[in-house]
């Protein structure tokens, strides 16, 4: 141990740029570099807890929320304890390709100092393209379960070599259906690994797989009972679907935020609500199912490098956005699901940072705003808007009240009602008239 300190001490004598905190958590020089020039100067919990004993080779069970830098906490030790002269050595799943390719460039920023090589599989693109990726022999892969079964069972994906397995966003693999492949890959690793598994939730099903294929596993916890992140500002605004777009431009005209995602529940309301901003002369781009996975890759490329400032995205094309500059979260549509609220809300306020979150309710959706207040245990604040007032309903088509002076057939005999006709029943006989469109 006191050698330890010693090597630490000449270290940061010799580079006193590079960040101690990690130092003294048992990360290199050569990702030392890589962090300090990505401005990395304290670890995160998370990160805090988990690089010790990952690096000393233990399994570990890690909650943490999204948001709270994870992908370093496993990745470091991991790129760390890679042999760089052999081939594949380490496999990350996740459960979307957006993910994917996030975790695959946070990697690849980590060591940048190095000659380790960090390749994405994933669904959506040329089996091809992803199998010359592959002939550069890569050190750690990421992929999505389907695609990495897939190549396990080409024969092109060679585990005889790992050392190393991490499950990232256990919660959300499972929920999506991922079960079996998962049990599948697992189960085909037969040689001696270091497994971590990494969590928003731990669920049953969770531990139960940990049981089964982790060896005495660390357990670790760094989620707070508060289910929000404190930085973020939470209000709600009253409005109507036909007043919804007219206050999103007064909210991003007021607020002008840096980098904004906005949140609909249907793919249907993505595609009207970008059409609409773009011809407001508002820099937006769209993400959703319909989108070709080439087409999603450049609308993220674009939301990266700050090309477009605000994202109208669907909640299961946002998985795996991790952007830590998002200043904003305007939820167009609350969603059904109070879980969804949280996770829409956690891409803002990361690491640090404080973050605003916007919800637009209508007069018939307290319900759903109860719920989430009750999931969240905090009351979020209504909120008002200058300039912004409900416009009026439109006009009920007019009702036509019987003249009062109308006979009764009662008492007047002459006046003859007219019957409608009894109303025939559909069956093999009869057949609905289509209306013409005209």
Known sequence: MAEQHVR???LMQKHPDLPEAFAELG????????????????????????????????????????????????????????DPSARLQAICLVPTRELAVQVTAELSRLSQCTDLHIVAIYGG?????????????????????????????????????????VLDEV???????????????????????????????????????AKRYMNDPAELNVSRDHMTVDAVDQ???????????????????????????????????????TKKLHADNINAMEIHGDLAQRQRDRVMASFRSHKINVLVATDLA????????????????IPQDPEVYVHRIGRTARMGARGVA?????????????????????????REVNGFRPSQPPPSAPTHDAPSSAPSSATDTSVKTKTSPP???LGSKFKTRRRRRL
Not at 55 to 75: E, M, N, P, S, V
Not at 318 to 333: F, P, Q
Not at 361 to 378: H, S
């Open 8 to 10: 630490r001490y000449l």
């Open 358 to 382: 916007i919800t637009f309710v209508g007069n018939d959706q307290g319900k759903e705003l109860t719920n989430v207040e009750m999931l969240i245990n905090e009351q979020i604040r209504h």
């Open 171 to 209: 919660d959300r693999m499972l929920d999506i259906g991922f079960r079996d492949d998962i049990r599948n890959i697992l189960s085909r690793i037969r040689v001696e690994h270091q497994t971590i598994f990494v969590s928003a939730t731990i669920e049953d099903e969770i531990r139960r797989l």
């Open 125 to 165: 693109q040329k089996v091809a393209t992803q199998l010359h990726q592959l002939g550069r022999k890569p050190h750690f892969v990421v992929g999505t379960p389907g695609r990495v079964l897939d190549f396990i069972q080409r024969g092109v994906l060679q585990l005889g070599l790992l050392k190393f397995v």
């Open 27 to 82: 990360i290199e020089v050569h990702f030392l570099k890589g962090l300090a020039k990505l401005n990395f100067v304290q670890p995160s919990d998370i990160q805090r807890v988990m690089i010790p004993p990952a690096l000393a080779g233990r399994d570990i069970l890690g909650q943490a929320r999204t948001g709270t830098g994870k992908t370093a906490a496993f990745g470091l030790p991991i790129l760390q304890n890679i």
């Open 318 to 333: 946002a998985r795996g956005i991790d952007v830590s500059e998002i200043s904003h979260i305007i939820n167009y549509d």
């Open 235 to 273: 209000s709600y605004i009253t409005a109507e679907p036909r007043d919804k777009y007219r206050l999103l431009r007064l909210v991003l005209k007021q607020e002008d935020p840096p980098i904004c995602i906005v949140f609909c529940n249907t793919k249907a309301v993505a595609r009207k609500i």
């Open 423 to 425: 109303r025939q029943t």
